[in-house]
């Protein structure tokens, strides 16, 4: 990352932002957008899941969200990491015919 991107980044945590008579916080703004972003690579895991078990008749036999990244994306069903793996928790139960996944 640049010095001027870092600095810019620097000045706007913790900032007010008004637009039209509305004041967001910066902080609530990228919150906001993290949690969007996450529930969308929960439902894209889910579906790589979904892929996954058609071709192997189970579910990945991995705990953890890190490990589950990374065997998707060894394997194929996933090409773009998310951001950050360590927000999904995933285990596969029932010898691999079910499996939990959320977000931590």
Same mark, same amino acid.
């Given at each position: 990352m640049n010095t001027l991107?870092?600095?810019t980044l620097a000045l706007l945590i913790g900032s007010v932002i008004? $637009?039209?008579? =509305? #004041? @967001?916080? $910066?902080?609530? =703004? #990228? @919150?906001?957008?993290?949690?969007?972003?996450?529930g969308a690579n929960v439902h894209q895991?889910?579906?790589?899941l979904e892929l996954y078990y058609s071709d192997h008749n189970s579910y990945p036999a991995v705990s953890g969200g890190e490990e589950l990244v990374n065997t998707l994306e060894h394997d194929g069903?996933?090409?773009?990491?998310?951001?950050?793996?360590?927000?999904f928790a995933?285990?596969?139960?029932?010898?691999?015919?079910?499996?939990s996944l959320k977000l931590n």
């Open positions: 991107l870092q600095t008004t $637009v039209n008579g =509305i #004041t @967001a916080h $910066v902080d609530d =703004i #990228t @919150a906001s957008a993290k949690s969007a972003v996450n895991m889910a579906t790589a069903y996933i090409m773009n990491r998310p951001l950050d793996a360590s927000v995933y285990s596969a139960k029932d010898n691999g015919q079910n499996y």
